[in-house]
């Protein structure tokens, strides 16, 4: 099963999902949707970075595969700190 098949699935998953909100709504599909249209997202973006690596041959394939899942994921934005973990400016108690 292609990648893109598995994405039209969840799509489709979206658009029930979304219609049902509509009729009865529901802070769980809420947050089901925000997922679902993040990894929808991300999964694209991954998409368009290995297709862009198709024609570049010079790299290594696994450094390849990795840069274009840092970049898809989010890896290569400076400006977004983690939301969660431990704070170097924690008090500990």
């Not at 947050?31 to 690596?53: D, H, K, S, V, Y």
């Not at 041959?57 to 700190?81: E, P, T, Y």
């Amino acid at each position: 099963m292609r990648v893109s098949e598995d994405e039209a699935k969840i799509a489709a998953s979206v658009a029930k999902i979304q219609n049902l909100q509509k009729m009865a709504y529901s802070e769980e599909n809420k947050g089901t949707l925000a997922w679902l249209e993040n990894f929808l997202r991300r999964t694209g973006g991954l998409r368009a970075q290995l297709l862009g690596l198709k024609g570049n041959q010079d790299d290594d394939f696994v450094k390849q595969m990795l840069r274009a899942a840092s970049v898809a994921c989010g890896g290569s934005r400076h400006s977004d700190n983690p939301k969660v973990g431990i704070s170097p400016y924690s008090e500990t108690p």
